[in-house]
């Protein structure tokens, strides 16, 4: 059905993100966990969840900070890992760049995974929505989702510091990341940058301030980059 | 715990909550509609699918709960959890049972 007013756009937004809500839930459940163990109060996790508002970056930031890498490395290896809420940024911009500039920020601010793959798709399927529209579903599909974050980093801090040390909990992060990386891995592109990177990261690891991060992550955007176009180049190569 | 001091976590949160505004403000708050330059989008686009191997890879093969002895069942757990994900596309799914095996792996065997 065609969307014909803004609050007809907020409904179906909020319809379309409430899903999400089970699967970003245990994450900031586990976030909150994490970061009550590595010993931030209620108050810290929340501000963390708060001012960054973004899962991966987050972990990042916080293994990081455990391992104690300085400050330099902490922050630009989680901007990094983020790097691709600025695609979605620079892919939402033709749809949404014409509105206010303070409504254009507060957008910015939710930019997240999942209100980027609703919205994009949505915005694809009905181009006649208007810019008030669309911007009414893009913050819906926030409007359970940022709640719900907030409240599971606060409810896993709350738990974090009575988890007992024998959990093994300091094996959930890796195991969280790589369960975020396997759907990821769309193209053989992107599986040739993710085993790239592992390969590297290994040798690299001897490295000081966890410059091996930044090496293997580099040559691994590199072997995806080339990958993507010798894949190209046959595609266009087989064509009659 | 492991003791991240105050001054640390403060500055991580702001500059990191400043930062990842800034990452996400970028394009639709400043450049526009200007264009990129493909070369540089093409390498983005494999920015996480890089970086969180890279960061993950070395915590796997020297596993933290071991004091950093490579184990074998750490290796099959992530291994089974970066394939599960891959071929059923659910997050959950690939967590499970890659914790399901180390947590059964440690209660038989711990």
């Known amino acids: 059905m065609a969307i014909s007013t803004t609050s007809a756009a907020f409904w179906k937004g909020l319809r379309d993100g409430a899903p999400f809500v089970l699967v970003t839930g245990p994450f900031g459940l586990l976030f909150g966990v994490l970061a009550g163990e590595a010993g931030l109060d209620v108050i810290e996790a929340f501000a963390f969840s708060m001012a960054i508002y973004a899962g991966s970056a987050q972990f990042t930031a916080l293994q990081l900070m455990q391992e104690g890498a300085p400050i330099f490395i902490v922050l630009a290896s989680a901007l990094a890992v983020n790097l691709r809420v600025a695609m979605y940024s620079a892919s939402l911009t033709p749809y949404l760049g014409s509105a206010p500039l303070w409504q254009r920020a507060l957008a910015a601010y939710v930019t997240v995974d999942q209100a980027y793959a609703l919205s994009i798709v949505q915005f694809e399927d009905e181009p006649d929505m208007t810019v008030q529209q669309r911007l009414a579903y893009f913050f819906a599909t926030n409007a359970l989702v940022m709640p719900g974050w907030m409240a599971a980093t606060i409810c896993g801090a709350l738990i974090g510091d009575q988890v007992p040390e024998s959990w093994g909990l300091d094996f959930v992060l890796p195991l969280a990341f790589l369960a975020m990386i396997g759907p990821m891995l769309r193209t053989p592109a992107h599986l040739a940058a993710c085993f790239t990177a592992i390969a590297v990261s290994l040798p690299a690891s001897v490295l000081p301030f966890n410059l091996g991060l930044f090496v293997a992550g580099v040559i691994g955007m590199m072997a995806g980059a080339q990958t993507e176009v010798w894949l190209n180049r046959k595609l266009a190569g087989a064509q009659p | ?110």
Do not use: Q
């Open chain 2, 1 to 110: 715990m492991s003791g991240i001091d105050t001054a640390t976590l403060w500055t991580v949160i702001i500059g990191l909550g400043l930062g990842s505004f800034a990452l996400r403000f970028a394009f639709i708050g400043i450049v526009g509609s200007r264009k990129m330059p493909e070369w540089l989008m093409r390498h983005l686009r494999y920015t996480a699918v890089s970086i969180i191997p890279a960061l993950v890879a070395p915590l796997v093969v020297w596993p933290a709960p071991t004091g950093g002895e490579p184990s074998l069942i750490h290796l099959i757990a992530a291994c089974t959890t970066l394939a599960v994900g891959y071929f059923t596309k659910n997050v959950f799914a690939a967590m499970g049972s890659g914790a399901l095996l180390l947590v059964g792996y440690i209660s038989l065997f711990g």
